[in-house]
């Protein structure tokens, strides 16, 4: 059959839609939340390509909405994961031999089916199932899960035509194979498009998956799995099951062919994961691969050359956007005293008119937190401020659970820099700030490094070039994402791979060559074309 050196079309970043009044991606998105809100849906589990229900239904509510029911999905137990392990090694060598243009195409097929019709699926599911807003969902579900398929097609092939220099006489290659076993894709719900990546990227270099999403983001994952369908994605390559995390950890840390997982969530989660594989070691047939981007407590550091109105806009975009629920999202500021009431007026300014409520009011900024849990965390750490003699509550500090999850942006300023909502993860809309003396800032810099165990993201605002050099130097280690004057979230595929260090993860680099290189066992290839007939060598003559 016909053979060629394949060219993919150039991955360009997915532009993102306006949904201001009048433009038709407005109108469409409102009648696909409008039908969705409508409709029960009923959620099977997707195992070797077959539909699974079993009848042990737990309902999904709006977490905005808590009494309105969107449906339900079929919660999944110990049984449910061995035989998604069992389809997944079924379709292993099938999906492994296939010719990897072919991969390519179904995912870059996925690429334009979400760009296209399931745009307005995506968003509205997203919407109403995470309670992001039209804006947050359409860089989320569309834009950048669009984004992760179409570069990492073409990361793929930049992989594969890395090769190595051939001496005469022979010729050297490198094939790229697929680890052996299985993947576990355990994915979060904060990000739809992460949710698609987790399982796909291993997939793309032809691996197959055992795909775990969190149980607050199911309503979204189905619209993903239909999408796969769609695409091409053949039975057993992706399986997408509902048991709880323990169960499922149980059966897939226990497997022989367990060959790696991929995973954002929390720190204590992966610890624990990464724990028991090392346990479990001499089990498997290879030493599995373990990705995992976890927590952040991520900062932004204001040099008293500062854009003071930036700062502000940073403090409240980085803060409080999505409320919070970003692995990204500022949560712990250094403002310099100089400044700091300048800065205040902005922050208060801004603060006033954000309007909080349900995303399919398109006004509202700030919508509900995840679940209930999240809501009492929340919760419970703005009364442990208001009742704090090293902290006081200066914006916000409401919430309401009566009709869905509502936390107000909060900020607390603290006159500890150790202050416990300075170093311990909230993932909420709550921020907390400590205001140092000017002259101080190198002594705050240290402070900000040795205070929280994470390493995401974090930024340093100032107008003075030696300032903004020394902060980047100075806080090397502080944050896999660093900005220079702009918020700490909002990383693009293809243009800031995104991933940190220490408590934050392994920093593989979602959206780049790199994350995909671990997917890959590469093997090299030595053909030498007139082989040796003696086996001495000169120096014996």
Known sequence: MPKGI????????????????????????????????????????????????????????????????LGYYHQGDETHVHHA??????????????????????????????????????????????????????????????????????????????????????????????LEGFVFALTPFNFTSIAGNL??????????????????????????????????????????????????????????????????????????????I??????????????????????????QSCDAKAVATGIVRGGFEFQGQKCSAASRVYLPASRWEEIKGHIATQMSEIKMGDPEDFSNFVNAVIDESSFDKLAGAIDHAKASQEADVIFGGNYDKSKGYFIEPTIIQTSNPQYITMKEELFGPVVTLYVYEDAKFEET?????????????????????????????????????????????????????????RGSGTNDKAGSAINLMRWVSPRTIKETFVPAQDYKYPFLG
């Not at 696909?32 to 042990?56: F, S």
């Not at 796909?200 to 149980?215: E, H, I, R």
Request: charge should be neutral.
């Open 445 to 501: 810099m240290d402070i900000l490094d040795k205070t929280s165990m994470y390493a995401l993201t974090g930024a340093i605002f100032s107008q003075d070039r030696y300032a903004a050099e020394l902060a980047t130097k100075r806080l090397v280690n502080c944050a896999g994402n660093f900005y220079i004057n702009d918020k700490p979230t909002g990383a693009v595929v293809g243009q800031q791979p995104f991933g940190g260090a």
């Open 199 to 276: 399982p796909t990227a291993p997939a793309l270099m032809g691996n197959t998956v055992v795909w775990k999403p969190s149980k607050t983001a199911i309503y979204s994952a189905q619209v993903l799995m239909e999408l796969f369908n769609e695409a091409g994605v053949p039975a057993g390559v992706i399986n997408l099951v509902y048991a709880s995390g323990p169960v499922a950890a149980k059966v897939i840390f226990d497997h022989p062919e367990f060959a790696g997982i991929h995973f954002t969530g929390s720190t204590a989660v992966f610890q624990s994961m990464w724990k028991t």
């Open 278 to 303: 090392g346990g479990n070691i001499e089990k498997y047939k290879s030493y599995p691969r373990i990705v995992g981007e976890t927590g952040g407590k991520d900062f932004i550091i204001a040099h």
């Open 85 to 178: 392990i069992e389809a997944a090694l079924t379709a292993k060598e099938k999906w492994a031999s296939l010719s990897w243009e072919h991969r390519a195409a179904i995912f870059l097929k996925a690429a334009d089916l979400v760009s296209g019709p399931y745009r307005q699926k995506l968003n509205a599911a997203t919407m109403l199932g995470q309670s992001k807003n039209a804006f947050q969902a359409e860089i989320d579900a569309a834009c950048e899960f669009a984004d992760f398929l179409r570069f990492n097609v073409q990361y793929m092939t930049d992989i594969y035509a890395d090769q190595p220099e051939s001496a005469p006489g022979m010729w050297n290659r490198v094939e790229y194979r697929p």
């Open 6 to 69: 394949f060219n993919v079309p150039l991955a360009e970043n997915e532009p993102v839609l306006s949904y201001a009044p009048g433009t038709p991606e407005r109108e469409a998105l409102q009648a696909q939340l409008k039908a969705y809100k409508q409709t029960e849906v009923d959620i099977p589990m997707y195992i070797g390509g077959q539909e699974v229900r079993t009848g042990n239904k737990v309902p999904i509510h709006p977490p905005h909405d808590i009494k309105h029911c």
